[in-house]
């Protein structure tokens, strides 16, 4: 059987296991063991969290239509009997406004040395746009790298071709492959491609364990894609979740968690006019809460104001940030 675990890189012992659904994954024909990290890197908003996502088989990272959900590195596991891939969502590349975004790019960074295999994604909209200090690495690089045109579901056939060929210009060397990750186009033809290119050796990460941590990351991580849906501009960039408390019993499971703000005014809007918009969140981030664990849940969410914690080191640490 096959199935995934979760972590965040700079903590490693959060992890969670899902039986792998419906896509069938292609086998390795020799007997030895193959393992290794691939990272998802690109400008913000390509489609790396859809990929991964794909990848994988569930939905492990949060995707919205807005740039910036991903703030963390996340590993999503792909096991197999002889193999064992282990994917790494990044944030997108941006110049950092924040102390936040500087150690956000601190994770884009290491995703570009730590990897096995590379897969620089981009989209077919607009023009090919690289950080310069991104594209040095990439054209260096000895890393097998693969560079992903995505969303080929919204172009016609020549303007993939002049996408691509702007591209081979920049990477003259690297490997293109058109795909859809939306559409699911040649994700398994991807797939089959990362595990030719994976290297020969051991698994990375048991392929059983269960802890509750990772069980209460992707409780903020669906509480914050629901602040990300339901509040505008800068509002829920300034958001961080902590999962205070998660307690399962054998029909529901009890869940506090506070919403950090960086400003007063920022929590009446959280808030609401009579507290409209927290209950919208709540109701949308218990179903697929539910959904998520398969049992009923109970979510008490409080919104806190923590002055200016994207400036704040010490902040930064306890949200998880900053750890390397
Ligand atoms: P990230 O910032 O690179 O992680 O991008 P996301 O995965 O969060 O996706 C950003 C937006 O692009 C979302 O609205 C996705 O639904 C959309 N998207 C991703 N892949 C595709 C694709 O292949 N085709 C189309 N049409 N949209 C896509
Ligand atoms: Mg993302």
């Keep these: 059987m096959v199935k995934i675990e979760l972590f965040v890189c700079d903590e490693l ?19 030895s063991h193959k393992s290794g990290f691939v990272n998802i890197i690109g400008n913000p908003n390509v489609g790396k969290s859809t990929l991964m996502n794909v990848l994988v088989g569930d939905k492990l990272s949060v995707i919205t239509p807005k740039a910036q959900t991903t703030r963390h590195r996340i590993l999503g596991l792909v096991n197999g009997d002889d193999f064992q891939i282990v994917f ?25 040395i730590d990897a096995d295999i590379i897969l620089f994604v981009t989209d077919i909209c607009g023009k090919p746009e690289i950080e310069e200090k991104v594209l040095a690495i990439l054209q260096k690089t000895k890393i097998p790298l693969l560079l992903l045109l995505n969303k080929t579901d919204l172009a016609k056939p020549e303007e993939i071709l002049a996408k691509r060929e702007d591209w081979s210009a920049l990477l003259p060397s690297t490997e293109i492959i058109e795909i859809s990750a939306l559409k699911k186009i040649n994700t398994e033809i991807l797939l089959n491609k990362i595990l030719t290119l994976l290297p020969e050796g051991e698994a990375y990460y048991p392929k059983d364990e269960l802890t509750d941590k990772s069980e209460r990351f992707f409780v903020s991580e669906i509480i914050r894609e629901k602040i990300l849906l339901n509040y505008h501009q800068e509002v829920p960039y300034s958001v961080e979740i902590v999962v205070e408390e998660f307690k399962e019993d054998s029909k529901i499971i009890r869940i506090r968690a506070n919403i950090y703000v960086a400003r007063d005014s920022q929590k009446g809007i959280i808030i609401g006019n009579k507290g409209d918009a927290i209950k919208r969140v709540g109701i949308q981030a218990r179903k697929d809460i539910e959904t998520f664990f398969g049992k009923h849940v109970f979510l008490d969410l409080q919104v806190k104001v923590s002055k200016d914690w994207r400036d704040s080191e010490r902040m930064l640490k306890y949200f998880g940030y900053n750890q390397g």
Aim: hydrophobic share 40%.
């Design 13 to 31: 012992k959060f992890s969670l296991i899902l039986k792998r659904k419906g896509i069938s994954l292609p086998k390795i024909s020799e007997m």
């Design 88 to 112: 790494s969502d990044t944030p997108g590349i941006l110049n950092p406004r924040y102390k936040l975004q500087e150690s956000m790019m601190k994770f884009v960074g290491t995703a570009l």
